[in-house]
């Protein structure tokens, strides 16, 4: 308790962070046909390949030229789309870089792809060596140069050891990269693995291999990237194809053309599809590309890695709000039971509030529209020369639901506060020191193509906060009033927990979240009898810095954990607070207020409180 306590010195300073809002501006991809978003169909880059050459403007006509049942969107352009950007490639108006055929580094499986080592390269040399660093990429390599040294394999001109060799070193080349693309400034890297639970075994080993290195290696170099469990998922869907509305056996969706046996999704079109609904009933386009609705699979899988870290830090954002709101129903008491004397000099109050809290994430990002509830009772005595003190108990609940259909979280509080106040002429303060447990049930719901994966979750935590409020108070017949301000400070921890459910599920370690917000404004009361009505207005700043990350953690594949930012929330924000107090009996008083936070960037919040208050 010292040590957190010991904490709150240091929250009036801006402390350090690495992370910032993930506002995406652009979206940047490299790699193969697992990303290419139809590089070949501007004619002027062919393949090289003279079959594929041959049939590809006649395909492109009829909405192929991309290694999908076209003319449906890949899943680099559908992921783009998420986040309003543009997904298309770089040479039709796009910063999609990725071209099919490509290999790591090293000549593609089509004559002309440029390898994904060079991609990055020529990226970066454009831009001068430096990355944008709010920026989304897609990085897909490595199934070519896989499928490259299973077939010297099979053809025994290497051994399997040699082919393993082989692929590690393929990765490595990914790496180094990839480490350059970081170094250079990307902050946010989607790399996904190889399916190495599919194919042959030579083919299942050569792929293990090759993702062990990969992941393995970008940690090793201090790359942040998240990985896209793709062998999980593929596992996931074709264990249940039914609930994913694909037919069993189906095959291919696309009829392979003349010339052509392998990765013949790119000369696929509404012509050459086996049934007409092919593109939606089949997971597959050819042998190893996705069909439309396998890639509306992947998208939406990726998606749900980048936005997850973000909704989760939801868990530490809200119990800031509702604590303030905790912290402005007892300094609504405090002046009532100082004018308020019973013959013992004691006062219980009462107060029920009920809030409208959204949290808006940033473009692309699902919000967090919730309504909290809390119920108070306060215990206080008045002490000579005008001192007051009391303890109050809080129940508190928020049902908080994560747009987009993505499911929600419950937020329970029980809290205690001790709180002293004093009036010193025109001169008063007040002081408020509360500490509250916290537990979450969370229900994070993805959907995936036509599906809903369910995960939930189970998690506690707390919320220690010292406040207080000083004023002057200026006398004007029935008219009071004066300049206030106020300092709150928070230290709200929530325990690291892991979901379950599904191939989406998730694992998040702890969060500490530090606020410390000072406020500074005017407040006003009239004294009508039986009525007292008042108002008050103030400007708050968040002085601690809002910049942290959520760190996550796939729980289908042990692989690295990747860390994105919190929502951020703005630093400044007005905050109103009106109502009236109501003489009910000698020693009963009634309250009801309105409160509302006007101009802060991401938030929306306004609600309000009965109460009362006995003298005994």
Same mark, same amino acid.
């Given at each position: 308790?010292?040590?957190?306590?010991?904490?709150?010195?240091?929250?009036?300073?801006?402390?350090?962070?690495?992370?910032?809002?993930? +506002?995406?501006?652009?979206?940047? *991809?490299?790699?193969?046909?697992?990303?290419?978003?139809?590089?070949?169909?501007?004619?002027?880059?062919?393949?090289?390949?003279?079959?594929?050459?041959?049939?590809?403007?006649?395909?492109?006509?009829?909405?192929?030229?991309?290694?999908?049942?076209?003319?449906?969107?890949?899943?680099?352009?559908?992921?783009?789309?998420?986040?309003?950007?543009?997904?298309?490639?770089?040479?039709?108006?796009?910063?999609? #870089?990725?071209?099919?055929?490509?290999?790591?580094? =090293?000549?593609?499986? #089509?004559?002309?792809?440029?390898? +994904?080592?060079?991609?990055?390269?020529?990226?970066?040399?454009?831009?001068?060596? &430096?990355?944008?660093?709010?920026?989304?990429?897609?990085?897909?390599?490595? *199934?070519?140069?896989?499928?490259?040294?299973?077939?010297?394999?099979?053809?025994?001109?290497?051994?399997?050891?040699?082919?393993?060799?082989?692929?590690?070193?393929?990765?490595?080349?990914?790496?180094?990269?990839?480490?350059?693309?970081?170094?250079?400034?990307?902050?946010?890297?989607?790399?996904?693995?190889?399916?190495?639970?599919?194919?042959?075994?030579?083919?299942?080993?050569?792929?293990?291999?090759?993702?062990?290195? %990969?992941?393995?290696?970008?940690?090793?170099?201090?790359?942040?990237?998240?990985?896209?469990?793709?062998?999980?998922?593929?596992?996931?869907?074709?264990?249940?194809?039914?609930? @994913?509305?694909?037919?069993?056996?189906?095959?291919?969706?696309?009829?392979?053309?003349? !010339?052509?046996?392998?990765?013949?999704?790119?000369?696929?079109?509404?012509?050459?599809?086996?049934?007409?609904?092919?593109?939606?009933?089949?997971?597959?386009?050819?042998?190893?590309? %996705?069909?439309?609705?396998?890639?509306? &699979?992947?998208?939406?899988?990726?998606?749900?890695?980048?936005?997850?870290?973000?909704?989760?830090?939801?868990?530490?954002?809200?119990?800031?709000?509702?604590?303030?709101?905790?912290?402005?129903?007892? =300094?609504?008491? &405090?002046?009532?039971?100082?004018?308020?004397? /019973?013959?013992?000099?004691?006062?219980?109050? %009462?107060?029920?509030?009920?809030?409208?809290?959204?949290?808006?994430?940033?473009?692309?990002?699902?919000?967090?529209? !919730?309504?909290?509830?809390?119920?108070?009772?306060?215990?206080?005595?008045?002490?000579?020369?005008?001192?007051?003190?009391?303890?109050?108990?809080?129940?508190?609940?928020?049902?908080?639901?994560?747009?987009?259909?993505?499911?929600?979280?419950?937020?329970?509080?029980?809290?205690?506060?001790? #709180?002293?106040?004093?009036?010193? !002429?025109?001169?008063?303060?007040?002081?408020?020191? +509360?500490?509250?447990?916290?537990?979450?049930?969370?229900?994070?719901?993805?959907?995936?193509?036509?599906?809903?994966?369910?995960?939930?979750?189970?998690?506690?935590?707390?919320?220690?906060?010292?406040?207080?409020?000083?004023?002057?108070?200026?006398?004007?017949?029935?008219?009071?009033? *004066?300049?206030?301000?106020?300092?709150?400070?928070?230290?709200?921890?929530?325990?690291?927990?892991?979901?379950?459910?599904?191939?989406?599920?998730?694992?998040?370690?702890? =969060?500490?979240?530090?606020?410390?917000?000072?406020?500074? /404004? #005017?407040?006003?009361?009239?004294?009508?009898?039986?009525?007292?009505? @008042?108002?008050?207005?103030?400007?708050?700043?968040?002085?601690?810095?809002?910049?942290?990350?959520?760190?996550?953690?796939?729980?289908?594949?042990?692989?690295?954990?990747?860390?994105?930012?919190?929502?951020?929330?703005?630093?400044?924000?007005?905050?109103?607070?009106? *109502?009236?107090?109501?003489?009910?009996?000698?020693?009963?008083?009634?309250?009801?207020?309105?409160?509302?936070?006007?101009?802060?960037?991401?938030?929306?919040?306004?609600?309000?409180?009965?109460? &009362?208050?006995?003298?005994?």
């Amino acid at each position: 308790m010292r040590a957190r306590v010991g904490l709150f010195a240091v929250c009036m300073a801006a402390y350090a962070g690495a992370a910032s809002a993930q +506002t995406f501006n652009q979206f940047v *991809g490299f790699g193969d046909s697992t990303v290419d978003s139809g590089w070949y169909r501007n004619l002027a880059f062919p393949t090289g390949n003279a079959t594929v050459d041959a049939a590809l403007p006649a395909a492109i006509a009829n909405g192929g030229g991309v290694s999908t049942t076209g003319p449906g969107p890949v899943s680099s352009q559908l992921l783009a789309s998420y986040f309003g950007l543009n997904g298309n490639p770089a040479n039709q108006g796009g910063a999609n #870089y990725a071209i099919g055929g490509a290999r790591n580094n =090293q000549a593609g499986s #089509y004559p002309n792809a440029v390898s +994904t080592v060079t991609q990055i390269s020529n990226y970066l040399l454009a831009s001068g060596g &430096i990355a944008n660093r709010d920026a989304l990429y897609l990085i897909g390599s490595g *199934g070519n140069d896989v499928s490259l040294y299973v077939g010297r394999v099979n053809a025994s001109t290497i051994t399997l050891a040699q082919g393993e060799q082989s692929v590690g070193q393929s990765a490595a080349d990914f790496v180094t990269s990839v480490r350059s693309l970081s170094a250079a400034g990307a902050r946010y890297v989607i790399v996904p693995n190889q399916p190495q639970s599919f194919g042959t075994a030579t083919e299942r080993t050569l792929r293990t291999t090759y993702n062990q290195t %990969l992941w393995s290696g970008l940690a090793a170099n201090n790359v942040n990237f998240i990985p896209v469990d793709f062998n999980g998922m593929l596992q996931a869907v074709t264990g249940n194809l039914a609930s @994913f509305g694909f037919i069993a056996g189906g095959g291919p969706a696309c009829i392979a053309p003349g !010339g052509v046996t392998s990765g013949y999704a790119l000369l696929c079109t509404p012509l050459t599809l086996v049934a007409p609904d092919a593109m939606q009933t089949h997971l597959f386009a050819d042998d190893i590309h %996705l069909s439309t609705a396998g890639q509306k &699979i992947l998208a939406d899988y990726e998606y749900s890695l980048v936005v997850a870290p973000s909704m989760i830090s939801m868990l530490a954002e809200a119990p800031v709000k509702t604590r303030t709101s905790l912290i402005g129903v007892i =300094q609504n008491q &405090i002046p009532i039971s100082q004018r308020q004397q /019973g013959r013992s000099g004691f006062n219980t109050w %009462l107060s029920g509030d009920i809030s409208r809290l959204k949290i808006q994430n940033n473009s692309g990002f699902p919000d967090d529209p !919730g309504t909290p509830v809390s119920l108070t009772a306060g215990f206080d005595y008045k002490m000579p020369s005008n001192w007051l003190a009391g303890v109050a108990i809080t129940v508190g609940r928020q049902n908080a639901s994560f747009s987009q259909n993505f499911g929600g979280f419950t937020q329970n509080e029980f809290a205690v506060s001790a #709180y002293a106040a004093h009036n010193a !002429g025109p001169m008063w303060f007040d002081v408020i020191a +509360t500490y509250g447990t916290l537990g979450f049930d969370i229900k994070r719901d993805v959907p995936i193509g036509i599906t809903i994966q369910h995960n939930t979750a189970s998690v506690s935590g707390s919320n220690l906060s010292l406040a207080g409020e000083a004023g002057h108070n200026f006398q004007n017949g029935a008219v009071t009033h *004066g300049p206030v301000a106020g300092l709150a400070l928070q230290q709200l921890r929530i325990n690291g927990f892991t979901e379950s459910g599904s191939f989406t599920s998730l694992g998040f370690t702890a =969060q500490t979240r530090n606020s410390a917000i000072g406020s500074a /404004g #005017y407040q006003v009361a009239y004294d009508a009898g039986p009525w007292r009505p @008042f108002a008050k207005a103030s400007w708050n700043h968040e002085f601690a810095s809002a910049s942290r990350s959520v760190t996550a953690t796939l729980t289908t594949i042990s692989a690295p954990s990747y860390s994105m930012p919190a929502v951020s929330l703005g630093p400044d924000w007005a905050a109103v607070t009106g *109502g009236t107090t109501l003489k009910l009996a000698a020693n009963m008083t009634g309250l009801l207020a309105l409160s509302s936070t006007l101009a802060q960037r991401s938030v929306t919040a306004y609600g309000g409180q009965v109460g &009362i208050n006995v003298a005994f």
